[in-house]
């Protein structure tokens, strides 16, 4: 059991990162998911009481007390779950990105919350510890689907900041390099204008395969493995960023100092 909490808490990490009804803000419904993660960590502790309770004194009183308290647990990390779902979507609705990246993460959203549905009657028929055992093995399965879809999601997000952020960049480097050729003795100026430019072209490249390789994020596959392979690529967006501010930062200071 104890992989199903580890699993949710990563999937509750990620998400970090970019639904109830609309009526709900993303801060309502944030408060939503924290209610439902509280009640499934209680839950979780009652579960494992009922376990030593079982080691202690094997009647069927207390096995049941086990399998009763599994499905409490269960019940409570679809809801958990749910509830961020619920969260992420509207979250997604409140922001400003592309309408259709909205509708994509809204059709994932009730993609999986189908899936939620069809497990809480599997959890409703769990009559055995064998039963715990088969609806927690779907509920892993199920939670490494969405773990998929909230990561490809994400770095689509992450690749439209990218981009947003580059766009910016590009626009001011040649606000600087319009100002830079109506001046004279300017070499210095575009020399470091100019690799500002490398530096915005390079973080583009990156971007370009950050994108693809999100896009790769599916099952089958190797959905962890190409959304690392994304981050890595927008690691080094930041650097040629970065790389790219100070040059500009220092052709600035060049033309307000120029005589």
């Known amino acids: 059991m104890k992989k199903s909490w580890i699993v949710a808490v990563v999937i509750a990490s990620l998400l970090f990162q970019i639904g109830l009804a609309s009526a709900l803000t993303s801060g309502e ?3 939503a998911w924290l209610s439902a993660m509280q009640a499934r960590i209680s839950a979780d502790a009652a579960y494992k009481q009922a376990q030593l309770d079982y080691a202690a004194n094997k009647t069927p009183e207390n096995d049941q007390k086990v399998i009763d308290n599994a499905k409490t647990v269960l019940g409570s990390a679809l809801n958990e779950v749910e509830a961020w779902l619920n969260w992420k979507n509207q979250e997604a609705k409140d922001s400003d990105a592309p309408a259709e990246l909205k509708v994509k993460i809204g059709n994932d959203v009730e ?3 189908v899936k939620i549905t069809t497990l809480r009657g599997d959890v409703a028929k769990i009559k055995t510890r064998v039963d715990v055992a088969g609806v927690f093995l779907k509920m892993v399965g199920a939670y490494v689907e969405l773990l998929t ?5 994400t770095g689509a997000a992450w690749v439209y900041t990218g981009n947003q952020i580059a766009d ?3 626009d001011y480097e040649i606000k600087l390099r319009t100002t ?7 070499t210095e100026i575009l020399a470091k204008l100019d690799i500002a430019k ?3 072209d390079l973080a583009r490249t990156q971007i370009n395969a950050a994108e693809t390789s999100y896009k790769l994020v599916i ?3 190797t959905p962890l493995v190409k959304f690392a392979e994304g981050n890595s690529y927008l690691r080094q967006v930041r650097v040629n960023l970065l790389a790219a501010a100070g040059q500009l930062q220092e052709s600035f200071n060049l ?3 120029h005589k």
């Not at 879809?149 to 999601?153: E, H, L, S, T």
């Open 29 to 31: 419904a944030k408060q």
């Open 111 to 113: 993609k999986n919350l």
């Open 149 to 153: 879809d909230v990561a490809r999601n």
């Open 168 to 170: 910016k960049t590009a």
């Open 180 to 186: 830079a050729n109506g001046l004279v003795d300017n």
């Open 198 to 200: 490398s530096q915005i």
């Open 219 to 221: 099952l089958p596959g």
């Open 255 to 257: 033309i307000v100092s």
